[in-house]
Each structure stands twice: as structure tokens, then as C-alpha cells.
Nanobody, 125 residues
């Protein structure tokens, strides 16, 4: 059974750092794109960062220069290194896997998508 399990969330002060991890198991292929989404209270879920199987990257403008997505296919794991965190980064962060590609600076998905249950990141002093 396909499963994505996130970890690494928590409470951090503004300017601090966290690294999120997402381990994939089951029928989730290493050929899939892996992405992080987030949903803040009262807001819609938004794409934060994506890395395709070919290594193409895409980030939402608000995290460029602060967040870095990477993947280790041998460990079936995708990471999100978050630096210089701001209160507006507070959200539940979700791991996503599925078919997708970065085209013209936009991430497009198709087919079955898999989701983790999320991990809460709170940035507050």
C-alpha cells in the first residue's frame, strides 16, 4: 500500500531553521515527482516546492532563496530544508508524490497523486 510519512515539523523562532523529511513506501515510484505543499489556517493549500525524477525544481516565490528541496531515491525520501523561517511560513506541510513535470516554470500534475497526513510547522517567538 502506498504511503507517505512526513516528519520534522515543530515550533521554531523567526529566523530559525527546520528540515522536513518524507519517506515513501509501497507503490510510490522513484520516477514520480515529489513535492511539498502547505496549508495555513483559513487559506488554500499551495505548492511550496517540487523536484521531479529528472531533478527539475520549482519553488513558490515566497520561499525562493530560503527553502531547498532535495531527494534521496536510495532512501525513498524527499527533504525540505527551511531556513530564515518567517511567521507566515506557519502551516501544515504535506508531502505529495505523483506524475508531474515542470514546464515553463509551472508544475503540472496528472494521474494518481499520493499525499501524506502532514506535519505542523509553527514559526513564532
Amino acid at each position: 500500500q502506498a504511503q507517505l510519512v512526513e516528519s520534522g515539523g515543530g515550533l521554531v523562532q523567526p529566523g530559525g531553521s527546520l528540515r522536513l523529511s518524507c519517506v515513501a513506501s509501497g507503490s510510490i515510484s522513484s520516477a514520480y515527482a515529489m513535492a511539498w505543499y502547505r496549508q495555513a489556517p483559513g487559506k488554500e493549500r499551495e505548492l511550496v516546492a517540487v523536484i521531479t525524477s529528472g531533478g527539475s525544481l520549482n519553488y513558490v516565490d515566497s520561499v525562493k532563496g530560503r527553502f531547498t528541496i532535495s531527494r534521496d531515491n536510495a532512501k525513498n525520501t524527499v527533504y525540505l530544508q527551511m531556513n530564515d523561517l518567517k511567521p507566515e511560513d506557519t502551516a501544515v506541510y504535506y508531502c505529495n508524490a505523483g506524475q508531474g513535470a515542470v514546464q515553463g516554470g509551472t508544475y503540472r500534475q496528472w494521474g494518481i497523486q499520493y499525499w501524506g497526513k502532514g506535519t505542523l510547522v509553527t514559526v513564532s517567538s
